[in-house]
């Protein structure tokens, strides 16, 4: 099958036809931005995105579009600081712009999110903290009969999928600690991806992008009822075949437009999929992770764990997935006759040997700066109710009272790598 073809069909149908994506299609923003008027705020990196962001510029003069304060306002740093928020919607508020342009990795368009909530709906709550949680922004929004500011979100990263989603992920660097705003009121009218864009970024970062896609998928998968299981599956499947495939393609060319291609689309399947369902455990870990690693190093870590506890719920997903990882040469042994827990393992330890192929870590401990207070740490903030979603879409939903019990071990287990301390739950 052409994987690649499936994931556009895919992408097509969830957007209805409202995404532009492809290759080479930076020079239509000016037309969407002239439909919502005359004066458009552009938040962007200016240094290594600064092609990007002149692109766009000229596409906007192009369409008689002006730049609302005469400035690029600078992004967000990585992992979206509420400082940053706070910073992004003051300029909202002096340019009273037509229309958000944000450019940039899932961070930058988090923050655009976040702040175009802080700027239009200030007189509900100026603190970015009472937003965190489900629907707390609809619900804002019916209330003071207002609307959010357009957003275009122009993606230049494979990897989080925050062009296409309701998700906003705001960090508290004094903490350390990453919180999220759930809500379809901040899914961006405009998403954007050119993937040709995507050939500067650094291989690193690419890595990442791709270990975030396949979370995106395999947590929502692992979640699957049978009314989504269906669509769940083609969409998994196909973005686990792109990332296998083109990973390490990337790797070894970062020029490679084809892989290039076959990862952003992959990873906008990932943003497909948690649309249609949560992410859970890796995702929750990773918010406690800021402060060492990567948000999409800290799920690939962390998946193989909770893949395991999971198991006995997610057998007939297990399959499937294990039957990709066999065809890219990831797992060797024989799935046909492994019970749940024989079959949790062995397609934990295939994710973990792609992990490894392309130079990615698989415990904690291989992260520098790791300590067994970032266990701690994980282990407090799964008890927040902010973040009880994560809990609730575990194919085994843990409550608060759970999470020494059953949590803590997996957190253990990343730590070293064995699996053995990863409890049965029962």
Known sequence: ?????????????????????????????????AGHGKRALVISNTTYLKPVCDRVLASLEAHGVELAGGVVVPDAAPNAPREDVYR?????????????????????????????????LGSQ????????????????????GRALIPHIAIQTSASSGAHLTKYSNITDPVKGQKKLIVDDAIIPQHPVFDYAVTTSMPTGLSVDGALDGISHCLEV????????????????????????????????DPSDIEARQGIGLATDLGGYAIMIG??????????????????????GIMNPYYMVF????????????????????????????????????????????????IGSPVTLSEIPGFTDAHIERAAEAAKNPQLRMKLQ?????????????YMRPILEAAKTGDFSLIRPYS
Do not use: W
């Not at 709550?125 to 619900?139: A, K, M, P, T």
């Not at 455990?281 to 800290?298: E, K, N, P, Q």
């Open 221 to 252: 998968f692992y979640g699957a009822n049978e009314e989504t299981y269906e669509l769940l599956a083609q969409i998994m499947e196909a973005a686990l075949h792109l990332i296998l495939k083109y990973t390490p393609r990337i790797i070894a």
């Open 310 to 357: 999971f198991a006995p719920s997610v057998e007939r997903q297990l399959r499937l997935v294990g039957s990709i990882l066999s065809s890219y040469g990831y797992i060797t042994d024989s799935l046909d006759a492994a019970g749940a827990r024989q079959l949790g393992l062995t397609v934990a330890e295939g994710l973990r040997s792609f992990s490894r192929a």
């Open 125 to 144: 709550s100026h603190e970015i903290e009472d937003y965190f949680g489900s629907n707390l922004v609809s619900e804002a929004v019916s209330k003071e």
């Open 278 to 299: 949560g992410t859970n455990g890796a995702h929750l870990t990773s918010f406690s992770l800021v402060d060492i690693t990567s948000h999409g190093r800290a799920c």
């Open 393 to 405: 879409n575990m194919p085994i939903p843990l409550t608060a009272e759970l999470i020494d019990t």
């Open 88 to 120: 992004i919607e003051s300029y909202i508020l002096h340019t009273a712009p037509d229309c958000l342009i944000s450019i940039g990795g899932g961070s930058a368009i988090d923050a655009v999110k976040a702040a175009d909530v802080l700027a239009s």
């Open 1 to 33: 099958m052409d994987y690649r073809m499936k994931a556009e069909e895919l992408l097509k149908d969830f957007t209805h036809g409202r995404y532009l994506f492809g290759v080479d299609v930076l020079d239509e923003v000016g037309a969407i931005a």
